[in-house]
Every structure is written in C-alpha cells, then in structure tokens.
C-alpha cells in the first residue's frame, strides 16, 4: 500500500524553530520527486519546497526560501522539512506529497501553529 | 509567487455539468499543462488528472480536462452529491521554478 505518514506538527512560538517529518512506503523513495505543500486554516494549498531523487533539483517558495531546508534520507524512506524562524502566517496544515506526473500521492498532513 | 485564478465558488444541479476554469500564463498553464486535485474537508487532495487531460488512476471518466492557451478547464459530468469539494489546479511554472495553485474553486451540487 502507497501512502505518506507525516509527523512532527506542533504549538511553537513565532522564531523558533520545528522539523516535520514524512515517512514514505509501498513505492520507491528514490524514485520520485517529493513535496511540502501547506494548506493554511481555511486557505487554500501552497507549495513550499521540492526535492528530487539525490537531492539533486530543490526548489522553495519565496515565503520560505532561506529560513525552510528540505531534504530527504532514501535509507530511511523519510522526506523532511527543517522550519527555522517561524512566523505566525506559517501556521498551517503541512502536508508531504510523491510526484507522479504530478501530486499523486498526499499524506495526512500535521498541523502547525505558531503563536506567542 | 502569483498562483493561477480559479472562480471561488460554482453551483450547479444535481445530475448536471460543471466545467471550472483555471488560467495562467504561457511560463505554467500554457507550457506544461495543469493539474486538478478534490479535496473534501478535512482531507487532503486528491489527484485528478495531469498534464491537462490525462485522468489519474481510479478516477471515474466524469471527469476530463483540457487545456486551451493559458486556460485548463475540468468538467464533471452527472454531478453527485459527492462531487460537493473544493477543486485546485496547479501548474510548473518555469520561469519561477515553482509549483503555482489556484486559489480553488468551491463547487456546490444543488
């Protein structure tokens, strides 16, 4: 079975910092570029970042460039987004996503709140 | 980054057709085709069709995309009331070298 298990969300205060995790089974990790995308409470989906096989292509949002790293450990199956000097207007639902032609495969998400 | 336009919100009738429209530019729609996924509150998306019309697997064929110029549209035909979900497109785009989304379009089935 294909699916995308993300963990990590949580309550932090704005500046601070939170690393989300995405563990990937039933395909090969390696194989596909992988996303974060995050939807905000009521909002609408929004990319923010891409790895592709051997880290070799990465790509961010400009909302998160410079202060969002993505990587992806292929031993382990796992995506991971390091969120360093966090802002309220990342409070979110982060969810991790398999590229197939596209957005294929979504995990669950886990929330994000930022707040003092 | 600027992100596609999608109408916020279509009604249509029960049994009836829905065709919602996404436009971009020639760096993302007009270049490398859209994408469509349904979400259903309090999930997360599901994948329509890529790269214009190609249905995604397990996807019911009352639903098909098409894409003219800078514009991909989605039509859903004999609407359910399962159909009721908000809808996104999402395109490459190129010059940004960023994936760009619509805003989405809530469709409601009346």
């Known amino acids: 079975q294909v699916q995308m298990v993300e963990s990590g969300g949580g309550v932090v205060q704005p500046g601070t910092s939170l690393r989300l995790s995405c563990v990937a089974s039933?395909?090969?990790?390696?194989?596909?570029?992988l996303h974060w995308v995050r939807q905000a409470p009521g909002g609408g989906l929004e990319w923010v970042a891409l790895?592709?096989?051997?880290?070799?292509?990465?790509h961010y949002a400009d909302s998160v460039k410079g202060r969002f790293t993505i990587s992806a450990d292929n031993s382990k199956n796992t995506l991971y987004l390091q969120m360093n000097s966090l802002r309220s207007e990342d409070t979110a639902v982060y969810y991790c996503?398999?590229?197939?032609?596209?957005?294929?495969?979504w995990g669950q998400g886990t929330m994000v709140t930022v707040s003092s | 980054q600027a992100g596609l336009a999608q109408p916020p919100s279509v009604s249509k009738d029960l049994r009836q057709t829905a065709t919602l429209t996404c436009t971009g530019n020639?760096?993302?729609?007009?270049?490398?085709?859209a994408a469509w996924l349904q979400q259903h509150r309090g999930h997360p998306p599901k994948l329509l069709s890529y790269r214009n019309n190609n249905r995604a697997s397990g996807i019911s064929e009352r639903f098909s995309a098409s894409r003219s110029g800078n514009t991909a549209s989605l039509t859903i035909s004999g609407l359910q009331p399962e159909d009721e979900a908000d809808y996104y497109c999402s395109a490459w785009d190129s010059s940004l070298s960023a994936w760009v989304f619509g805003g989405g379009t809530k469709l409601t089935v009346l």
């Open positions: 020639s760096n993302n729609v007009g270049n490398q085709g």
């Open positions: 996503a398999k590229e197939s032609e596209s957005f294929d495969i």
């Open positions: 039933g395909f090969t990790f390696s194989n596909h570029g």
């Open positions: 790895t592709t096989p051997a880290g070799s292509y990465i």
